[in-house]
């Protein structure tokens, strides 16, 4: 089954994947991660990426859906991924539910906060691609091109909000919950 993960930057995504995936044996897919990997190899694709994310900007669609959809066919049948940071555009989500398995895109979980919570995260996390402008143009680019996703898996009755900015520890134990009911339910589907 294939969660996917939503949600501003800052939120918490990356971490409450991270912990649940090492709680549950689950795979967390970052393409923030992977990206950032890329860069610092030096490879082409890490270079071209480099220069949308120094600015704030998305990585274009077509080389994230090459990415990411090359990952997961990798998959095994039983395996659970915490899909984390895509996808970001409407078309993006629209290749990844041509491009995936059958019924393998199982749950959507939107992770929400304040702007004032998650500028003060994204401060605190010390990168150096967080200034405040590129911050505020990052929450500006995420309202007009992400959000739109959250009523895209809300039509496909999978969406699951959960309040960000609680501890880590509340947040980790409703998502690590939905998700597993998500995935009995598709186990008896």
């Known amino acids: ?4 993960l939503l949600g501003a930057p800052g939120v918490g995504k990356g971490t409450q994947a991270q912990l649940a995936a090492q709680a549950n044996g689950w795979i967390h897919l ?10 610092a190899a030096g ?5 071209q990426a480099k220069q ?6 998305l990585v274009p669609d077509q080389v994230m859906v090459g990415l990411v959809v090359s990952r997961i066919c990798a998959l095994k049948a039983d395996d659970v991924l915490l899909l984390d940071g895509f996808p970001r555009t409407l078309p993006q989500a629209e290749e990844l539910g041509k491009a995936a398995p059958s019924g393998s895109i199982g749950l959507a979980l939107y992770f929400s906060a304040s702007d004032d919570v998650l500028t003060a995260r994204l401060l605190g996390r010390g990168r150096q691609d967080d200034s405040l402008s590129v911050i505020q143009h990052r929450l500006t680019v995420y309202r007009e091109t992400t959000e739109p996703l959250v009523a895209y898996y809300r039509n496909q009755n999978i969406l699951h909000e959960i309040q960000a900015d609680r501890p880590v520890e509340a947040i980790q134990a409703e998502t690590s919950e939905i998700v597993k009911s998500a995935l009995s339910q598709t186990e008896t589907a």
Not at 1 to 4: L, S
Not at 43 to 47: A, D, I, K, N, V
Not at 52 to 57: A, F, H, P
């Open 1 to 4: 089954m294939i969660a996917i």
């Open 30 to 39: 970052s393409t923030g991660d992977l990206l950032r990997q890329e860069a």
């Open 43 to 47: 490879s082409e694709l890490g270079l």
């Open 52 to 57: 949308y994310m120094s600015r704030g900007d």
